[in-house]
């Protein structure tokens, strides 16, 4: 790749394809609307805060290269969530959500997860999220794909961590195993093979994991699967370092939590944005430190929303940065939420500055896909700000 340089906004959005026409669409534009734009200085104020580009037409998003100005934020249970600086959704199309919410409903039935929890499964409208977080895509059949795929990921912490029928952190360790197994499929000698085969077919979430990545298989290159299987992996060692906090009673400091959200974020998902556009980011950019550490900071940020709206409903003692920050700095569990919006702000002005860097001298896929994670954070907020699975009232 070459040395990074600056470029103008215009030159950064003429690398990226139109948006999808077809099933459902009520309101798709090109993801030039998403991609990142050049930053002022760092003493300057961001001109998206100050400066803020007319009004868009009712569901467009933001302007080019703009995050939407300051609206004053949400009250979310209880507690004021300040205007976050994130894109809105590039468009919202409810008939296509639906179409992947209740094939994906369907299928966990099928497999086994959410038992006697599948009409609340239903109102959380995942397929919504999903059609939300890939605007370019209207194929409800590669969104369901995705869509399985997180719904996996969410099985674990909802049926192994948070609640379901056994959250034992004692047994978590053993059982990420085994998800590696599923992921990345172990091959035993084969007199042994049966009885891990039984121990999968017993447990739903394995054979979510096991489903979900056959579906990806049909649109993902072995290359992109294999990106996957890495994200998730990371994920596990997350969920490990949860379960030590639980099993030992243990309150992280907050420079821990932020590590442990490195590593248990929403990167699983973020990292099928090329696939379920139909295309791949080439591997050695894909790879390059440059690129990795800001797909992390996109991440990141992404997962600090959903501290801010999911602790509406969380236990007031569950492990999130608002209730660290308050516990550790002396301060009250309001001004912990603003300072998390501040560190959340933080990492997306870091992204966008160096997206737009990458954008510049990468490759036209390594700019779509840059744009594409913007778009998927947009997406991810709209989504938390709107799901049955966070709103408290």
């Not at 300040?82 to 639906?98: F, I, S």
């Not at 298989?217 to 030590?244: D, I, K, N, W």
């Not at 907050?254 to 590590?259: K, M, R, S, T």
């Not at 248990?264 to 696939?275: H, I, Q, W």
Request: aromatic share 8%; with cysteine.
């Amino acid at each position: 790749m070459p040395r990074m340089t600056g470029a103008p906004a215009e030159a950064l959005r003429a690398l990226l394809p139109p948006g999808p026409t077809g099933l459902g669409i009520a309101a798709a534009h090109p993801l030039a609307g998403f991609v990142p734009h050049l930053v002022p200085p760092p003493e300057a104020e961001p001109s998206a805060r100050t400066e803020p580009d007319p009004e868009p037409a009712s569901g467009t998003g933001p302007g080019p290269g703009t995050a939407p100005p300051p609206d004053g934020g949400t009250e979310h249970g209880g507690l004021r969530i300040p205007p976050l600086y994130c894109p809105d959704a590039l468009r919202n199309d409810p008939a296509l959500g639906e179409e992947v919410n209740e094939r994906l409903v369907e299928w966990a039935e099928e497999i086994g997860i959410f038992t006697g929890r599948i009409e609340r499964l239903r109102s959380h409208q995942f397929g919504s999220l999903f059609m939300l977080a890939h605007p370019d895509c209207d194929d409800p059949d590669r969104l369901l794909a995705a869509a399985k795929c997180g719904l996996s990921e969410w099985s674990v912490d909802d049926h192994w961590v948070d609640e379901g029928e056994d959250p034992d952190p004692a047994l978590l360790g053993e059982r990420m195993a085994l998800a590696h197994a599923v992921i990345d499929p172990v091959r035993l000698p084969a007199r042994y093979m049966p009885q891990f085969e039984e121990t999968v077919q017993r447990e739903p979430v394995l054979r979510a994991f096991r489903s979900a990545l056959a579906h990806l298989s049909r649109y993902a290159s072995p290359t992109q699967v294999a990106r996957l299987r890495h994200e998730l992996a990371v994920m596990f060692v997350g969920y490990g370092q949860e379960a030590e906090w639980r099993s030992s009673a243990r309150t992280p400091a907050v420079w821990e939590y932020l590590l442990h959200r490195y590593e248990n974020a929403f990167f699983p998902c973020m990292v099928l944005v090329d696939p379920v556009s139909g295309y791949e980011l080439p591997p050695d950019e894909f790879a390059d430190a440059r690129v990795r550490r800001t797909y992390l900071y996109a991440g990141t940020a992404s997962v600090l929303l959903n501290d801010l709206y999911s602790m509406g409903k969380e236990d007031p003692t569950d492990t999130n940065l608002p209730n660290l920050i308050a516990a550790e700095e002396g301060c009250t569990l309001q001004e912990a939420v603003d300072r998390t919006a501040l560190i959340h702000d933080e990492l997306m002005h870091t992204y966008e500055a160096e997206a737009a860097a990458l954008t510049a001298a990468g490759s036209p896929h390594l700019g779509r896909f840059l744009a594409g994670v913007w778009a998927w954070m947009g997406g991810c907020k709209e989504w938390h700000a709107t799901s049955a699975r966070y709103r408290t009232a």
